[in-house]
C-alpha cells in the first residue's frame, strides 16, 4: 500500500515535472510498443473488456465528453482507438450530430456495432474497422478523441500531423490516459506542440486514475 501511494504521488507530481517522472521511471529506454491485433481480438472475444462498461469504469468519458461539449455544441468527433464504441455513450447526452470509431479489431467493431446499432441507422454513428495510425478519412470533426490508446500508437508528434486535416479550424485533441509515467512522457510532448485547453485528473477509489485533457495543436 505504501508503495502504491509513493508510485501515485510522483505521478501526480510528474504531471507538471517531467523530469522528476523520468528519475524514476523503470526500463525508460524501453519503447512503448502495441499488443499485436490478435491479442486484442482474443481478448474481446473473452468479455475481458465487458468491465469496461460499469459505471466507476466510466467517469473519464463523461467528463471528457462534457469538455468536449462544453466548448463543441452537437460535437463531430473521432475517436481512434474506440473498441466497441463505450465513448459514445457518456457522449450521447450531448446529443453529439456524427461521431466516428475506429478499432484495427474486427470483434470490437462488431460489437460497437451492436451496441449502436439505432444510431447507425440513422446515420449518426459510423464504426471503422481501421489502423489508428494510418486511418484517412474525408469527414471533418470538431475532436479527434484517443481514450487510453495514444501510447500505442506511436510518436505524437506525427499522429497529431496525421489526423489535423480531419480537424475544423477550430478543432482539437481529446485525451483520457491512464496515470504512469512512461504515458506521461507522450502527454508532455502533446502540450509541447500544442494549446492546453482543459485538463483534470480523475482518481480512483481502488487506487490510480486518468489525465482528462483537451488540447489544441499550434499550426
Known amino acids: 500500500m505504501a508503495y502504491l501511494r509513493w508510485r501515485r504521488f510522483t505521478e501526480l507530481l510528474s504531471l507538471d515535472n517531467p523530469a522528476l517522472g523520468e528519475l524514476f521511471m523503470r526500463k525508460r529506454h524501453k519503447p512503448i510498443v502495441a499488443a499485436p491485433v490478435e491479442k486484442w481480438d482474443a481478448e474481446y472475444q473473452s468479455g475481458i473488456y465487458d ?67 439505432p444510431e447507425i441507422a440513422i446515420g449518426e454513428v459510423k464504426m471503422a474497422l481501421g489502423d489508428g495510425r494510418t486511418f484517412e478519412t474525408d469527414e471533418t470533426f470538431d475532436v479527434v478523441v484517443f481514450s487510453e490508446c495514444i501510447e500505442h500508437l506511436g510518436e505524437v508528434e506525427n499522429l497529431v500531423a496525421h489526423y489535423a486535416p480531419n480537424l475544423k479550424p477550430d478543432g482539437a485533441v481529446g485525451l483520457t490516459m491512464w496515470l504512469a509515467l512512461k504515458p506521461l512522457r507522450l502527454w508532455h510532448r502533446l502540450k509541447a506542440i500544442g494549446e492546453v485547453l482543459d485538463e483534470a485528473v480523475i482518481n480512483t477509489p481502488w487506487g490510480g486514475g486518468w489525465l482528462v485533457a483537451v488540447v489544441r495543436a499550434r499550426g
Do not use: C, K, T
Open 51 to 117: 468491465r469496461l462498461n460499469r459505471s466507476e469504469q466510466r467517469h473519464h468519458h463523461r467528463l471528457l465528453a462534457a469538455m468536449i461539449a462544453d466548448r463543441w455544441p452537437n460535437p463531430r468527433v473521432l475517436e481512434i482507438g474506440a473498441g466497441e464504441g463505450v465513448f459514445f455513450e457518456a457522449l450521447r447526452a450531448h446529443r453529439p450530430a456524427r461521431y466516428v470509431g475506429v478499432d484495427f479489431s474486427r470483434p470490437a467493431i462488431e460489437r460497437g456495432e451492436l451496441r449502436l446499432a
